[in-house]
């Protein structure tokens, strides 16, 4: 249990659906993320949050839309997605720390195992 | 953020110390190094990280060479539950989006 969760744990949509992943962290942190994990493939961060801020985009297609309410809670938006989008969805959260400092470790939650019909 | 190398899998049997080795020839001096690893179908998990001096906690050792150019990540006594995959990071200290870039890996096995 690392206090990071993430909900739902497996999810099966057709191409036509809209879905959301949501992640919820309890560890008071300032910083949460999205990762995508395809078979075979290395991790890939999607998003990052920081202070509810959007602070990178990795060239993720619109069909991923991401939204930070608060500092605890990160959802992941999916609508007309294909059937490569299928993965393992990772979200994490760290304590961002003050210029100079060596990052904190992130933790992540268990994931969604995403597939795409 | 530098890259890093990795051998694809290793070997250990249970009890002995897993060496997992990593190189980061081109890493400058405020980038740190950090391991973490990922146990099938579950994410990924924080090890240890550090910057130049040799570093110890309750899950593994981190010996950094002089140069910085390479590191080993030591688990003194492997056990099964530590059958995973295993990323060595570099990263700048204190940008904004402390994003980690993950290679491939090592595939760690531990065998009885």
């Known amino acids: 249990e690392t206090g990071v969760t993430q909900t739902p744990r497996h999810l099966v949509m057709g191409m036509t659906n809209k879905k959301s992943l949501k992640c919820e962290q309890h560890?008071?942190?300032?910083?949460m993320y999205w990762y995508k994990q395809s078979a075979k493939k290395p991790l890939e961060l999607m998003f990052v949050?920081?202070?509810?801020?959007?602070?990178e985009n990795n060239s993720v297609p619109s069909r991923f839309s991401p939204e930070c309410p608060n500092s605890s809670h990160l959802f992941l938006h999916l609508h007309t997605l294909q059937p490569e989008d299928s993965a393992l969805y990772l979200c994490a959260s760290s304590q961002e720390p003050v210029s100079g400092s060596p990052y904190n470790e992130q933790f992540f939650g268990p994931g969604t195992r995403l597939t795409v019909l | 953020d530098a890259k890093t190398t990795q051998p694809p899998s290793m070997d250990c049997a249970e009890g002995r110390a897993a060496n997992l080795p990593c190189n980061h020839s081109?890493?400058?001096?405020?980038?740190?190094v950090y391991w973490y690893r990922q146990i099938h179908s579950q994410g990924p998990q924080y090890i240890i990280h550090g910057l130049k001096n040799n570093e110890t906690n309750e899950m593994a050792s981190l010996i950094i060479t002089e140069d910085r150019k390479s590191s080993t990540l030591i688990l003194p006594h492997a056990t099964l539950r530590d059958t995973a995959v295993y990323y060595c990071?570099?990263?700048?200290?204190?940008?904004?989006?402390?994003?980690?870039?993950f290679g491939q890996g090592t595939e760690l096995s531990v065998k009885p």
């Open positions: 990071i570099v990263r700048v200290a204190g940008n904004q989006g402390g994003k980690l870039i």
């Open positions: 560890l008071g942190h300032n910083a």
């Open positions: 081109t890493i400058s001096g405020n980038e740190y």
């Open positions: 949050y920081s202070l509810e801020e959007r602070v």
